[in-house]
Antibody, heavy 120, light 111 residues
Framework: QVQLAQSGAEVKKPGATVRVSCKAS????????IHWVRQAPGRGLEWMGW????????KYSQKFEDRVTITSDTSASTAYMDLSRLRFDDAAVYFC?????????????WGQGTLVTVSS | QSVLTQPPSASGTPGQRVTISCSGS????????VDWYQHVPGTAPKLLIY???QRPSGVPDRFSGSKSGTSASLAIGGLRSEDEADYYC????????????FGGGTNLTVL
């Protein structure tokens, strides 16, 4: 079955960079996109960006585009999200999720989430 | 502050029908499909509705979606206690050049 397995919880200091990985299985990685979405405590879902598993095209939310980098390794069916210059308000659960290319994102499978704590 | 506007909360009693609205603009809901997600805190979100009104397999037909102009709605009929969750609408926004928007979310309470 389709699974997205994310890396474990991270504790980082302000100003540091965090990398979260997302290993996909059970489907053809190159046929779908991977989205990154986060939820801070007490806040709603917030879209950060996506990458095409096929051609590596990517798009970032304007809010994060100077700090986020999304990459993928098709041979390993794995996507990565790097968030740099971490701030206290970046503390959140970060989700990767599978989406469809085209006119409907239809994000139909989600990872388990990775808790990122920012603490000095 | 999200560009897709949802009421922060909604409630209903078991068996009731509840509707959650999502208001946007021409560049997002007006020109693109709307998806809906159910999120129970501490778990992964779940796709409930795609392409405005399509249900993935396994989603009960108590859940239905609709869209008109720059607004969309999610209706939940025969409300059950397990429906208590946060609900989010989402759509591409053409003015943001291929970026996705989520609504602010609606917390549904089953009384």
């Amino acid at each position: 079955q389709v699974q997205l397995a994310q890396s474990g919880a991270e504790v980082k200091k302000p100003g540091a960079t965090v990398r979260v990985s997302c290993k996909a299985s059970g489907y053809t990685f190159s046929s779908y996109t991977i989205h990154w979405v986060r939820q801070a405590p007490g806040r709603g879902l917030e879209w950060m960006g996506w990458i095409s598993g096929g051609n590596g095209n990517r798009k970032y939310s304007q809010k994060f585009e100077d700090r986020v980098t999304i990459t993928s390794d098709t041979s390993a069916s794995t996507a990565y999200m790097d968030l740099s210059r971490l701030r206290f308000d970046d503390a959140a659960v970060y989700f990767c999720a599978r989406g469809y290319s085209g006119d409907d994102p239809k994000i139909d499978q989600w990872g388990q989430g990775t808790l990122v704590t920012v603490s000095s | 502050q999200s560009v897709l506007t949802q009421p922060p909360s909604a409630s209903g009693t078991p068996g009731q029908r509840v509707t959650i609205s999502c208001s946007g603009s021409k560049s997002n809901i007006g020109r693109n499909y709307v998806d809906w997600y159910q999120h129970v805190p501490g778990t992964a979100p779940k796709l409930l509705i795609y392409r405005n009104n399509q249900r993935p397999s396994g989603v009960p037909d108590r859940f239905s979606g609709s869209k008109s102009g720059t607004s969309a709605s999610l209706a939940i009929g025969g409300l059950r206690s397990e429906d208590e969750a946060d609900y989010y609408c989402a759509a591409w926004d053409d003015s943001l050049n291929g970026r996705l928007l989520f609504g602010g979310g609606t917390n549904l309470t089953v009384l």
